[in-house]
């Protein structure tokens, strides 16, 4: 029996607030792997919040190729591992990105509370959306054994 997800499947895995880590490649170096939050976009695509001025961020631009892997880690596992270009490097927005990604992750008061503190970097711009288009997706659910 196969483990695969399907689209739907995998989409819906993904809906869930789970911690991703998001691998950037480094020249002459092997990819930079942090743990990231994310959201699933209305067209599809993945959206991180990353700092401008980061290691990861001053590697990604636009065309940059990433992975972004989401797994469950308690029996039976699951994971969703996706790899495409980023579309975007916007500036983030700290009511429209920021705020409802910490909810997502801390809940209402604790991702106010958490956004609240982070309020003056995102004003000073030290904030990039940066958004991925999947391309190649791969996936298990072991929950199908």
């Known amino acids: 029996m196969s483990t695969t997800m399907n689209r739907s499947e995998a989409k819906a895995f993904l809906a869930a607030a789970r911690v991703a ?4 490649p480094e020249a002459g170096r092997g990819p930079l792997a942090t743990p990231v939050w994310y959201r699933v976009e209305g067209d599809g ?3 991180v919040i990353v700092p401008r001025d980061s290691a990861k961020g001053r590697l990604i631009v636009v065309g940059t190729r990433l992975s972004l892997c989401v797994q469950k880690d308690t ?3 699951q ?3 996706v790899e495409g270009p980023v579309v975007g490097t916007d500036p983030a927005d700290w009511a429209d990105d920021l705020i409802p990604m910490a909810k997502r992750y801390l809940g209402e008061a604790d991702g106010q509370t958490y956004a609240d503190g982070m309020r003056e ?3 000073a711009g030290g904030r990039m959306l940066v ?3 999947p391309e190649r997706w791969l996936t298990a659910d072991y929950t199908k054994r």
């Open 21 to 24: 880590i998001l691998s950037v």
């Open 45 to 47: 695509n993945l959206a």
């Open 75 to 77: 029996p039976s596992y």
């Open 131 to 133: 958004q991925l288009r």
């Open 121 to 123: 970097v995102f004003a």
């Open 79 to 81: 994971y969703v591992s």
